[in-house]
């Protein structure tokens, strides 16, 4: 992740003799904004054990199957909008496709505020379109219950290796549908 940088930030920032980023992007992040040599950070890009996560079976096709949208991250302010903006298009979503679910997965500061939006836009609707369920401890089995995933980082992996179609969203952009033709 990105972290805030300001002077105070910067100089109390202690990295070690050597330091791990889990992408270029970041590893350019870590040389620009924290002055790290260049030669003390490797890259080491996020990696998914796919025996873990096997390709889901094809759903069969139906008008009346339950569509169901996962989300699965820390719900914590640097990480949370996406499943802020999912419990708000959920009204929309519902309004054009009934047989839509949201369900996003995740602890951190911002639960109890994610839960209780939900909750509102539930009550408001009369029917459960967004569960928060909290920490995922088996996310195969997560990842296993969806139609969809929406989301970035490890568990987009984890998702896009299970065959499971990916959006890749959060709180630093918008990349859109994962195909073969856009990955890296």
Do not use: M, Q
């Not at 992408?23 to 040599?37: A, G, K, P, T, V």
């Not at 029917?127 to 980082?153: M, N, P, Q, Y």
Request: hydrophobic letters at 40%; glycine letters at 6%.
């Amino acid at each position: 992740a990105r972290f805030k940088s300001d002077p105070l930030r910067r100089s109390l920032s202690r990295w070690g003799d050597y330091s791990i980023a889990v992408s270029e992007d970041i590893r350019l992040y870590l040389i620009n904004f924290y002055s790290l040599s260049p030669h003390r950070i490797t890259v080491i890009e996020n990696a998914v054990d796919f025996s873990s996560f096997p390709p889901l079976p094809k759903p069969e096709e139906s008008s009346t199957r339950e569509i169901r949208l996962l989300f699965l991250s820390r719900l914590d302010s640097d990480c949370s909008l996406c499943a802020e903006l999912l419990c708000k298009l959920a009204p929309r979503l519902f309004t054009r496709y009934p047989s839509v679910r949201i369900v996003i997965g995740g602890g951190g500061e911002r639960l109890s505020y994610i839960r209780s939006l939900a909750s509102e836009i539930n009550s408001s609707h009369g029917v459960e379109l967004i569960s928060v369920i909290g920490e995922v401890t088996d996310v195969s089995a997560f990842l296993r219950s969806g139609t969809l995933f929406v989301g970035v980082s490890r568990a987009a992996l984890e998702a896009a290796a299970s065959a499971l179609p990916v959006i890749v969203a959060g709180n630093e952009g918008f990349f859109g549908h994962l195909t073969r033709e856009n990955h890296r």
